[in-house]
Nanobody, 115 residues
Framework: QVHLVDSGGGLVQPGGSLRLSCAAS????????MGWYRQTPRKERELVAS???????NYADSAKGRFTISRDNAKNTVYLQMNSLKPEDTAVYYC?????????WGQGTQVTVSS
């Protein structure tokens, strides 16, 4: 049984930074990919960034240059460092794990960018 717990969201002013964390528990082996998606009431859930256990990364255009995804394979933990945050980054952010064809999701953490 795989379980994801994401955290680190909050309220931040435009231009500020936040760091999201997600810890995966259970028996997880290579290969796998972890990442972050986000969703608002007006938009479908969209990919923000992902990273394989080998370290290959993929970013949405909106995240490039501002967000950095990283992971600690020993801890099965993925991080999302978000800098230069904008009001349009406001969303619920979900941790994601793709493992042997199955998608796993965290419970979501709210990020609000507002002055």
């Amino acid at each position: 049984q795989v379980h994801l717990v994401d955290s680190g969201g909050g309220l931040v002013q435009p231009g500020g930074s936040l760091r999201l964390s997600c810890a995966a528990s259970g028996s997880i082996f290579s290969p796998n990919a972890m990442g972050w998606y986000r969703q608002t009431p007006r938009k479908e859930r969209e990919l923000v960034a992902s990273i394989t256990n080998g370290g290959s990364t993929n970013y949405a255009d909106s995240a490039k240059g501002r967000f950095t995804i990283s992971r600690d394979n020993a801890k099965n933990t993925v991080y999302l460092q978000m800098n230069s945050l904008k009001p349009e980054d406001t969303a619920v952010y979900y941790c994601h794990l793709r493992y042997f064809g199955t998608n796993y999701w965290g419970q979501g953490t709210q990020v609000t960018v507002s002055s």
